[in-house]
Structures are given as C-alpha cells and as structure tokens.
C-alpha cells in the first residue's frame, strides 16, 4: 500500500513511500486473509502438495518393483503383447518410483512433472479404457480415469511452481 506523504488525504509534491506489508497478520492488510495466507505458507504448501502426489506414486512403484512378473501379467491383462510386457514392467514400474521420489523431493521437479505426466496418459491409456465397458465396471473405470487426469492436473501445477523453496531444486541452485 502507498501512503502520500504530507497532510492528511493529500500528497506533498507527488511523493509517496510505500508502507511496509504484513502478510500474515489478518487483521492488516488490504489483502483478503486467504490471499495472504497462501503467501505466508506458500512454500511448505508446495512441500505438502510434492509429497501427496509424488508420494501415490512412490508406493505404487516400489510395490510394482517387488512384484515385476504380477505386474507384466497385468499389462498382458491389460492389452500389451506378451512378448514385451516383460521389458515394459520394470521400465514402467521404476518410471512410476523414481519419478515420484524426484517429485517429492523436489529434485529436477518440472522434468519430474512432464515424465510423469507422460507416464499417467500411458499408464491411462492401458489400464482405463472404460468406453471398451459396460455397466459397473464402465462406470468404476471411468472414475479412475477422471482420477488420473485430475493427478496430471497435480503435475501441471508442479510444473509451473516448481520444487519450490523446500526442494533440492533450491538447494542446487544455491550450491
């Protein structure tokens, strides 16, 4: 906010000094509360955000490396040729870990967001065609299909912030 200088209401030959903000303080400010409380909580919001959507994807990961066979059979399930489903598992699987580790962690965060952007429209694409369905099941996987693009929404915003203060991103950059 910019205060004239001078007499009350007016200003001394157009000068103005900018008053300092208070971005928590709810009670003064110009800002709307919800406006300055993202400001102030801004990066551990990023940090939280990292962690909830890059962390699904650490699990699932890490339970598809333990069980590579159960899971190639599930893409032969699913479509793929089972010739390649054996290479395409542990690909798809360490994928899915490591870059959801990288999300969490902040560590080359928008590459992190594009892979894994990339690695849910594939991953869609195989395991929720629900307009090959009918009844419940159309109705389930079309659910889990609104889900993954709602996630690829998640990485499209970690995208654009970044890894945020609290990342490795910020910690390279000042190393």
């Known amino acids: 906010m910019i205060k004239p200088v001078g007499q009350k209401g007016g200003a001394r030959n157009d000068q103005r000094i900018p008053q300092p903000r208070d971005p928590i303080n709810l009670g003064r400010s110009d800002q709307p509360w919800i406006d300055r409380l993202g400001a102030a909580w801004n990066d551990t919001i990023c940090l939280f955000g990292r ?4 962390g699904i994807f650490v ?3 890490f339970q598809k490396l333990m069980g590579l066979d159960a899971f190639a059979a ?3 399930r699913n479509g793929i040729p ?3 489903a054996p290479v395409l598992a542990p690909i798809g699987a360490g994928v ?16 992190a967001a594009v892979l894994m952007i990339v690695f ?17 099941d159309r109705r389930t996987q079309t659910v889990q299909f609104a889900k993954n693009v ?3 929404g998640g ?6 912030t970044g890894g945020g203060r609290l990342s490795l991103d910020r910690w390279r950059r000042v190393a």
């Not at 694409?125 to 090959?132: A, D, G, N, P, T």
């Not at 990485?155 to 654009?160: I, S």
């Open 59 to 61: 699990q699932s990961g």
């Open 96 to 111: 899915e870990f490591v870059g959801g580790l990288a999300v969490v962690f902040g560590l080359m965060t928008r590459y």
């Open 150 to 152: 709602a996630i690829i």
């Open 155 to 160: 990485f499209l915003f970690a995208f654009v």
């Open 120 to 136: 849910v429209i594939v991953a869609t694409l195989i395991s929720h065609r629900f307009w090959e369905l009918q009844g419940p």
């Open 51 to 54: 962690i909830l959507i890059g």
């Open 74 to 76: 599930s893409l032969v």
């Open 82 to 84: 089972a010739a390649i």
